[in-house]
């Protein structure tokens, strides 16, 4: 493992000791944020990206491992193993490189060259392959022998160049080439099937397209690969075939002679029957995991985004989802987030039903003393907004919220366990209310596929999309912090070391034991233990704690170390805590040990200076341009105020209140060039931006902020024809730096 070691260090720009000691503590169950945040000195202060960057090294190189040794025994048991085939497979420092050193000993189904040697042929493949003056059909005239099925001259030539062919395609270093190849010179290739072009209409663009594999972006990937699956492309994969045999014949032919004709017609066969098709495979999984790779990337960061975006905070709020025919569902919520009352309103029905809808708002609105009203952006979302707005209720902050998987939590079983006796519509609605009071806390009850952010997300490969998310919301809540005493089980079960099962424990004893006082009490909490308590306590806050660092991120552990400084200074922590003049006053060197140093005393200050300090940014209230609510209330030049929803590789979308997201295409954001719109983007950022197409019929909104964008911005690529723009909550959607600089570690293990 130490060689593991020495090459992951190489790979990161870290020292191996780095190393070792954050797999040693990942492999002792610690987690990434409490190994980022509470074991600076151990790891050299590494962050998250660093740390997930060795976990998920040091799971790929132990895998490698496996299959190596999996690949010597089987080897072994077929008494093929060599010394020299023991160092190939030992120095393998891939998979491909590993697989391809095995593929002529992997177990198969009969082939035509295993018919071949069957027959005896063998000899006269390695006479033919040999390349000397020989007459081929007199040396074939050798091999005829009708018992084992040899009838002629030309079927014992036949199946020397079957042996031949498959010799060649099964060659590890010429398959090394032929994979070069294909990356750099290879074309995708797709074609509309005949008779599908009106069923396939939304794949237009690829009904005769062409494209390198080395330049094609994820997105166009993953949509001629989805139109190929429901079979309305036909797709391919291939570079030129003249440079393919032109390289197989430059190591393969190595003479000009009668038995250099057999060898170049092997090799044309080989290619087209075994090694393209075995090379179109591998390159189609290697572009698909480059494209899912990508998409995934892009999905995390702008779930993270969205998870992280600003909290209106505890305050009384009156939450609607809007509906014309149905009604909107009205609730409201107290300062915690606790349904106080929820009735429905006709405001979008007839006068009588819009009388009677402005006299139920105003009733509930004073009787609760509502100090900010959530709207859900779906179905009249605009015109339940003019509603609210017109009624120019006192001190009301009205804000439209994106309520995309609200129903699919309404009809979750975390909402039916904590409201049994409501139906999806009101469960909806409160979920919408939330999300304006904590988007944190309410999203991480729904799965982050169902958030509306993304590209192509149901078509990358779902366990590592997965993984990718946990990491996400996992970054996302221990970066928060979570109120003990209040959070879900949900939110719970994201905390570091926690989990589901530990997360019910807890709101178990929490409901039967009272509000948690001390974090040592989690102690007393069913199975959760040491390790447990260890890895969690920093990240959970018990505001109004008896002891006052419970409500900061300062971990348990390191307790006794401030109330010593607050005893040399001659004062209590809670003064401390207060009075900068104390803190400054404090010599940090003089409590460096081997165990803190001063990252975690710096940590340490910091957080008595803002105990438990919500990183997130202040929260802006929003409005939409009045009298815009339909896209045919658009004209080209408009410009307009809008909320990004989603952020892809070709550009972001932008909702800009006519229930039909805009797309601003990537060279349309900025005058300079910019290679991800993340570079000047962020989801749920408020811009300005200036309408410049309009389809109603094909519901297609294009938008423009170069003339709208602020003074400063960064760098320029190759343009590529935009995406269709799609309806909310149906768009094709292909973390913080973190992700982006996760996503560029990893390319360096390619």
């Known amino acids: 493992m130490t060689s593991h070691y020495k090459k992951i260090a190489t790979e990161l720009s870290i020292t191996e000791k780095q190393v070792s000691t954050t797999a040693a503590l990942l492999d002792e169950g610690a987690t990434v944020p409490f190994i980022s945040r509470y074991r600076k000195e151990m790891t050299g202060s590494l962050d998250e990206v660093r740390v997930a960057a060795i976990r998920d090294r040091v799971l790929q190189l132990r895998e490698l491992d496996k299959r190596r040794d999996a690949i010597l025994k089987s080897l072994t048991e077929m008494g093929k193993l060599t010394p020299e085939l023991e160092k190939l497979v030992n120095e393998a420092e891939t998979m491909v490189a590993l697989e391809d050193i095995y593929l002529p000993y992997r177990p198969k189904r009969k082939t035509r060259a295993i018919a071949a040697r069957e027959k005896g042929l063998q000899p006269l493949a390695d006479l033919i392959l040999a390349q000397t003056r020989i007459d081929p059909e007199e040396e074939a005239a050798k091999f005829i022998d009708e018992e084992k099925g040899v009838a002629s001259a030309e079927e014992a030539l036949a199946g020397a160049r079957d042996i031949i062919a498959e010799y060649i395609s099964e060659h590890a270093e010429t398959r090394a080439k032929m994979r070069q190849l294909f990356l750099t010179k290879g074309t995708f290739q797709s074609k509309v099937i005949t008779g599908k072009e009106e069923a396939g209409i939304k794949y237009k663009d690829y009904f005769d397209w062409s494209e390198p594999v080395k330049t094609a972006p ?215 209310g939330r999300r304006l009071m904590d988007p944190l806390a309410e999203l991480v009850k729904i799965d982050p596929k169902s958030i509306g952010v993304g590209q192509y997300q149901h078509d990358v490969d779902q366990n590592k999309l997965q993984t990718s998310l946990d990491d996400t919301v996992i970054s996302c809540v221990n970066a928060v912090g ?29 409901n039967a034991n009272g509000a948690f006082k001390r974090r040592d009490q989690l102690k007393k909490v069913a199975r959760l233990g040491d390790k447990a308590f260890e890895q969690a306590a920093g990240f959970l806050r018990i505001n109004g704690a008896e002891n006052p660092l419970d409500a900061s991120a300062v971990h348990p552990e390191r307790y006794a170390l401030v109330e010593q400084m607050a005893k040399d200074i001659k004062c209590s922590v809670k003064d401390l805590m207060s009075d900068s003049q104390l803190r400054k006053s404090i010599p940090l060197q003089k409590y460096v040990s081997e165990t803190v140093g001063l990252p975690t005393l710096n940590d340490i200050m910091a957080e008595l200076a803002k105990p438990g300090r919500d990183p997130r940014e202040q929260f802006e209230a929003f409005s939409f341009t009045e009298g815009v609510n339909e896209i045919g209330d658009l004209k080209i030049g408009m410009k307009l105020p809008g909320i990004v929803t ?105």
Not at 238 to 262: G, K, M, R
Not at 365 to 374: L, M, Q, V
């Open 218 to 432: 994820s997105h166009r990937v993953l949509a001629m690969r989805r139109g190929e699956k429901e079979e309305i492309l036909w797709l391919d994969i291939q570079p030129p075939e003249d440079d393919a045999i032109s390289l197989l014949e430059q190591q393969f032919v190595t003479a000009y002679n009668a038995a250099s004709q057999q060898v170049k017609l092997a090799i044309t066969d080989g290619y087209k029957r075994l090694l393209k098709p075995s090379m179109e495979t591998e390159i189609r999984l290697f572009t698909k995991k480059s494209a899912d790779e990508e998409a995934i990337r892009v999905f995390a960061e702008n779930a993270r985004q969205l998870l992280m975006s600003a909290p209106l905070g505890q305050k009384r709020i009156m939450a609607i989802d809007p509906g014309f025919r149905t009604g909107c569902k009205v609730v409201c919520l107290d300062e915690q987030g606790k349904l106080l009352e929820y009735t429905a309103i006709f405001p979008h029905t007839g006068a009588g039903n819009a009388k009677e809808a402005e006299k139920t708002t105003r009733h509930i609105f004073e009787k609760y003393n509502i100090e900010a009203i959530a709207i859900g952006n779906g179905t009249a979302g605009r015109e339940t907004e003019l509603f609210v707005r017109h009624l120019n209720l006192p001190g009301a902050t009205i804000v439209m919220v994106n309520e995309s998987g609200a129903s699919i939590y309404s009809a979750s079983e975390a909402a039916r366990e904590e409201f049994p006796d409501k139906d999806v519509t009101v469960r909806g609605a409160v979920s919408i």
């Open 482 to 510: 979570v109120e003990l005493n209040t959070a879900s089980k949900q939110i719970l079960a994201y905390v570091s070391g926690l989990g589901p099962q530990l997360a019910q424990n807890i709101v178990d004893h929490r």
């Open 646 to 750: 989603n952020i892809t590789n070709f550009g972001a979308f932008v909702d800009i209140g006519v229930h039909q997201d805009g797309l601003v295409h990537l060279s349309q954001i900025t005058n300079r060039f910019i290679k991800d719109p993340n570079e000047v983007l962020k989801v749920h950022q408020n811009v300005e931006v200036t309408v410049t197409e309009v389809d109603v019929n094909r519901k297609r909104i294009s938008l423009s902020m170069k003339a709208n964008e602020p003074r400063q911005q960064p760098q320029q690529r190759p343009q590529y024809k935009p995406v269709h723009n799609q309806p909310k909550r149906q768009q094709e959607q292909p973390e913080t730096d973190m992700a982006l600089k996760l996503a560029a570690l990893k390319g360096k293990f390619k």
